[in-house]
């Protein structure tokens, strides 16, 4: 399988993975292992991003920020990745990924410090979840995955996700319920139940 790509001579590499060293290979291995790191801490980050209370401002704010840290990069870099053509993957790298990942750091940095109060909302309703991958099976029992948490924030409705256990079970709607949020080093607000 000929792989191609550009070289430290700035031409073009054609030719197998034999002919790679077993630096390249190491950090080719590396960079995948790293790639699949990152996607994974994101499948973990999912059940914050969905109890953010300002997630869109996060997670946008993040990836402004990530474009003008991809161009400040991209800017000090710009005598090693000249001419453009010869470092396209590199520049692409850099201006993709960047972007990408960084609401990820943004959220897991945002939960790193801060304290944790309990606030008020009016309770609206708690609801069971089921949630399936590959779908069921026929004739199996299907179980409760998770909890919706639906309240009220002055005037704006809020719908959060818990799988552990039903915490409001006898609360009525309109009730007032006292609920764990942290706000955190960048001053987003994150509920905290589990």
């Known amino acids: 399988m000929a792989v191609t790509g550009p070289n430290k001579f700035g031409g073009y590499f054609t030719g197998t993975m034999d002919d790679l060293s077993w630096r390249e290979r190491l950090v080719a291995m590396a960079a995948v292992i790293v790639l699949f790191g990152l996607i994974w801490l994101y499948t973990r980050e999912y059940p914050v991003f969905t109890n953010t209370l300002q997630a869109s401002r996060l997670v946008l704010g993040a990836f402004l920020f990530g474009l003008l840290l991809a161009g400040a990069l991209l800017y000090f870099l710009r005598k090693r990745l000249t001419p453009w053509a010869n470092h396209l993957p590199e520049v692409l790298l850099i201006v993709f990924f960047i972007p990408l990942f960084m609401p990820l750091f943004a959220s897991r940095l945002n939960r790193a410090g801060g304290s944790v109060e309990h606030r008020p909302f009016k309770f609206v ?13 026929r004739y199996q029992p299907i179980e409760v995955t998770g909890y919706r948490l639906i309240v009220k924030d002055g005037e704006h409705l809020r719908q959060f996700q818990y799988k552990s256990q039903p915490y409001f079970p006898i609360t009525q709607p309109g009730d007032t319920v006292l609920l764990p949020v942290r706000c955190g080093l960048l001053g987003v607000e994150v509920m905290e139940l589990k």
């Open 125 to 137: 309703a708690e609801a069971p979840y089921v949630a399936s991958a590959y779908g069921w099976l």
